[in-house]
């Protein structure tokens, strides 16, 4: 079964700094989807950013884009100008086309220091 | 906003009772979650729906039941709560359209407190 790691349990950055989470994952398929959820203190389960495996560019919206890198099986998310309200839990997801649903990493809390 | 309701948000209950979890939306998509939230886990999930009266497990079913009589409403019933089911419970619906990516829009979250 696909697996998706976020080894960074707890990230902390500056206010107006960039910041990296780091996900990987497992798979033996060629073509799948993949995700950033952000859930602030709100608990509200937001979509930051999604990436199709068979293109080759790399997502980006806005402040948030990814370093998508396939053979490496790795999708991190990239925040730049970090803003106080970016400060959340950051889940990386996956979706394989063969299954209607998404598997999730464990999270990786995220601090922004003023 | 996907239209996605959850009810209760938040309940208490005691070892051994019965809990049902509603999750109501307004938009007829035809694929429904549900998912639980733990510290070091993320989420999981626990079953799905892929239409009316069709229903399959996820990695986490044991001690859920799940049911779909109308499209827009999507039932988690634990049928004898334990205290290893106290969590945060997510509602979530895709849109499985051709060519989509089916990301998941959530509902608000339900946190399960079993004594």
């Known amino acids: 079964a696909q697996t998706v790691t976020q080894s960074q349990p707890e990230m902390s950055v500056q206010e107006a700094e960039t910041v990296t989470l780091s996900c990987t994952y497992d798979t033996s398929e060629s073509d799948y989807y993949l995700f950033w959820y952000k859930q602030p203190p709100s608990r509200q389960m937001i979509l930051v950013i999604r990436?199709?495996?068979?293109?080759?560019q790399n997502a980006t919206e806005n402040r948030f884009s990814v370093n998508f890198q396939k053979a490496a099986k790795s999708f991190s998310l990239k925040i730049s100008d970090s803003q106080l309200g970016d400060a959340a839990m950051y889940f990386c997801a996956y979706r394989s086309p063969r299954f209607v649903y998404m598997r999730f990493g464990a999270g990786t809390r995220l601090t922004v220091k003023p | 906003d996907a239209g996605i309701t959850q009810s209760p948000r938040h309940k208490v209950t005691e070892t051994g009772t019965p809990v049902t979890l509603r999750c109501h939306q307004t938009e007829n998509h035809r694929y429904m979650y549900w998912y639980r939230q733990d510290p070091g886990h993320g989420l999981r999930l626990i079953h799905y729906s892929y239409g009316v009266k069709d229903t399959d497990k996820g990695e986490v079913s044991d001690g859920y039941s799940v049911s779909r009589s109308k499209t827009e409403d999507f039932l988690l019933t634990l049928e004898s709560a334990t205290s290893s089911q106290t969590s945060v419970y997510f509602c979530?619906?895709?849109?499985?359209?051709?060519?989509?990516?089916?990301?998941?829009?959530f509902g608000e979250g339900s946190r399960l407190t079993v004594l």
């Open positions: 979530a619906i895709s849109v499985q359209d051709r060519g989509g990516t089916g990301e998941l829009f």
């Open positions: 990436q199709e495996a068979y293109k080759q």
